[in-house]
């Protein structure tokens, strides 16, 4: 088989490390690959070591400095440029198709920040039945209240089009507990529409994030690997990209395995 059209991990140990031998740089998820319950999977400093590594997340609370922040506190190599996170290339999606646009969103912390900077911000206290934003941009919002839940199922249901920032549920937390995930949020307001306009999804399994970070690597997608835990996003949004999957963390390789 050839590389471009091989789209699902190997399944020997022996032929994963040598496709992640073969390959010019990286694609890598973040939770469950490189970092698990926010500490550094072993292997990870070693593989960020040895090879050129973009990273490519649904992360939609931190913003790339932050994260990037996180890896060096943690004694991981990573340049902020590296970063493609769901939360920050939603903003980008809506400054860029939409820069007019007046937008309700859920967001906290660094994300929330970066959407007041970029975006024409709209105050949910505002909203009536007559005035509404043109847009509602969900990220993963934890101080998301019943309050901002209902003002942006009204703003949805009123017409405002949906950009969401990443469909996941739940992302892993420490001792096999979850975390609540910005598609639980959408879930929660969805339940409460009658028909739903949804503009736009960002985050895997769509490719859009890989391919950028492609297009920032300068290189052929055949040319990489991406390294994935989760089989429902990670692995469609390479294949779509064409570049090569393994399967690590989870059901996966160890990821100590793979790094020789
Ligand atoms: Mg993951």
Same mark, same amino acid.
């Given at each position: 088989?050839?590389?471009?059209?091989?789209?699902?991990?190997? +399944?020997?140990?022996?032929?994963?490390?040598?496709?992640?031998?073969?390959?010019?740089?990286?694609?890598?998820?973040? &939770?469950?690959? !490189?970092?698990?319950?926010?500490?550094?999977?072993?292997?990870?400093?070693?593989?960020?070591? %040895?090879?050129?590594?973009?990273?490519?997340?649904?992360?939609?609370?931190?913003?790339?400095?932050?994260?990037?922040?996180?890896?060096?506190?943690?004694?991981?190599?990573?340049?902020?440029? #590296?970063?493609?996170?769901?939360?920050?290339?939603?903003?980008?999606? +809506?400054?860029?198709?939409?820069?007019?646009?007046?937008?309700?969103?859920?967001?906290?912390?660094?994300?929330?920040? %970066?959407?007041?900077?970029?975006?024409?911000?709209?105050?949910?206290?505002?909203?009536?039945?007559?005035?509404?934003?043109?847009?509602?941009? !969900?990220?993963? #919002?934890?101080?998301?209240? $019943?309050?901002?839940?209902?003002?942006?199922?009204?703003?949805?249901? !009123? *017409?405002?089009?949906?950009?969401?920032?990443?469909?996941?549920?739940?992302?892993?937390?420490?001792?096999?507990?979850?975390?609540?995930?910005?598609?639980?949020?959408?879930?929660?307001?969805?339940?409460?529409?009658?028909?739903? &306009?949804? $503009?736009?999804?960002?985050?895997?399994?769509?490719?859009? !994030? +890989?391919?950028?970070?492609?297009?920032?690597?300068?290189?052929?997608?055949?040319?990489?690997?991406?390294?994935?835990?989760?089989?429902?996003?990670?692995?469609?949004?390479? =294949?779509?990209?064409?570049?090569?999957?393994?399967?690590?963390? *989870? =059901?996966?390789?160890?990821?100590?395995?793979?790094? &020789?």
């Amino acid at each position: 088989m050839s590389r471009e059209n091989q789209i699902s991990s190997p +399944v020997d140990l022996e032929a994963a490390r040598a496709l992640l031998r073969s390959a010019r740089a990286l694609v890598c998820d973040i &939770d469950g690959v !490189l970092l698990l319950c926010g500490k550094p999977v072993p292997g990870a400093k070693a593989l960020l070591e %040895k090879h050129r590594c973009v990273f490519v997340s649904n992360n939609s609370t931190h913003t790339a400095e932050e994260l990037s922040e996180v890896f060096r506190r943690l004694g991981l190599k990573g340049d902020a440029r #590296d970063f493609f996170l769901a939360g920050e290339a939603s903003i980008d999606f +809506v400054s860029r198709t939409s820069p007019e646009a007046s937008v309700m969103v859920l967001a906290s912390g660094g994300i929330a920040v %970066k959407a007041r900077e970029r975006l024409n911000v709209f105050n949910p206290e505002l909203l009536t039945a007559t005035h509404r934003p043109d847009l509602l941009l !969900l990220c993963r #919002d934890e101080e998301a209240t $019943f309050e901002k839940i209902e003002a942006a199922a009204n703003a949805a249901r !009123l *017409g405002a089009r949906v950009v969401l920032s990443n469909p996941d549920l739940t992302h892993p937390a420490a001792d096999g507990m979850i975390h609540t995930e910005t598609g639980a949020l959408w879930a929660a307001i969805r339940a409460q529409l009658e028909s739903i &306009d949804l $503009f736009a999804v960002i985050g895997k399994p769509n490719a859009d !994030l +890989v391919e950028r970070a492609v297009r920032h690597l300068r290189l052929r997608p055949s040319e990489l690997v991406f390294l994935g835990d989760n089989l429902r996003t990670d692995a469609p949004a390479a =294949a779509q990209a064409g570049i090569p999957f393994i399967h690590t963390g *989870g =059901a996966g390789f160890r990821l100590i395995d793979l790094v &020789d």
